[in-house]
């Protein structure tokens, strides 16, 4: 805990528990975003590694929430309707995050930035790429190995996967409930990879726990925002959210 005192003066404090807050409200709204606003607002007031390693428990927990909000045979359920996307997915990220050694990071930003971009931007003029609704199973093995891919060479995958969904025209719920499992899954493995790695230890993990409490809070906020939202706004908010993600990964890209 003496690490802790050792962090930043108490306006640091005040300002990594709104980060934790608001990234809660946003992933309560539209789905994700939370490690986008959480690692760049907490690398504002700390460093690159405590950032990461605060965001680690929050996303865990409010991704487990949100799987679960409907019960675990929904959960379930969505696993099974995408169990071909996720399959696929998880293959494909697996042999692609073994170029994350070859690709320049700025290149790899760009490549996901661009079409995401040019995809919210589209939706949100009118002319959006439609997917259908209940895709063959090469259809959503393709979506899911872009997503992998996206996922593997830049640890990226909300994104793509919003924008997959969206494309299918997914229910608010559904699309909610799926990308909780998708990111819960994948939170479960980055909290094991970055026990290894030593980003989350001792030192850094009651850092981690104490924004789980806020970070609660914002997705429940959130959650009621979003059960007060007909499919067309939520839709909207989500391409904008989408927007700014993308115009980041740009601008990262850019300027890395």
């Known amino acids: 805990m003496e690490y802790l005192m050792q962090i930043g ?19 309560g709204v539209v789905g994700f975003s939370m490690p986008m606003v959480m690692v760049s607002g907490l690398g504002s007031v700390i460093s690159a590694e405590m950032a990461i390693a605060g965001m680690i428990l929050p996303a865990l927990v409010t991704n487990l929430w949100q799987a679960l909000r409907q019960g675990p045979k929904a959960a379930w359920d969505a696993i099974r309707r995408f169990r071909v996307f996720l399959s696929a997915g998880v293959v494909v990220l697996l042999f ?39 895709p063959s199973s090469l259809t959503e093995a393709i979506i899911g190995g872009v997503t992998g891919f996206f996922g593997g060479i830049s640890g990226v995958w909300g994104a793509t996967t919003v924008a997959m969904l969206t494309a299918q025209n997914v ?13 819960g899954l994948g939170a479960v493995a980055l909290m094991f990879a970055h026990m290894a790695s030593g980003v989350l230890r001792s030192e850094t993990a009651p850092l981690s726990a104490l924004l789980i409490l806020p970070a ?4 429940g906020l959130g959650f009621v925002v979003q059960d007060r939202i007909d499919q067309t706004t939520f839709k909207r908010v989500t391409l904008l959210v989408l927007l700014v993600a ?9 300027f890395v």
């Open 96 to 134: 692609a995050a073994q170029l994350v050694a070859v690709l320049p990071q700025h290149i790899t930003l760009l490549i996901i930035g661009v079409p995401i971009t040019l995809f919210a931007i589209s939706s949100l003029l009118g002319q959006p790429l439609r997917l259908p609704n209940n």
């Open 9 to 27: 003066a108490p306006s640091a404090w005040v300002v990594m528990f709104f980060v934790a807050f608001f990234a809660g409200v946003v992933k």
């Open 216 to 219: 609660v809070i914002g997705i």
């Open 246 to 254: 993308g115009m980041n990964l740009i601008r990262r890209g850019l």
């Open 171 to 183: 229910d608010k719920a559904e699309q909610m409930r799926i990308q909780g499992v998708i990111y």
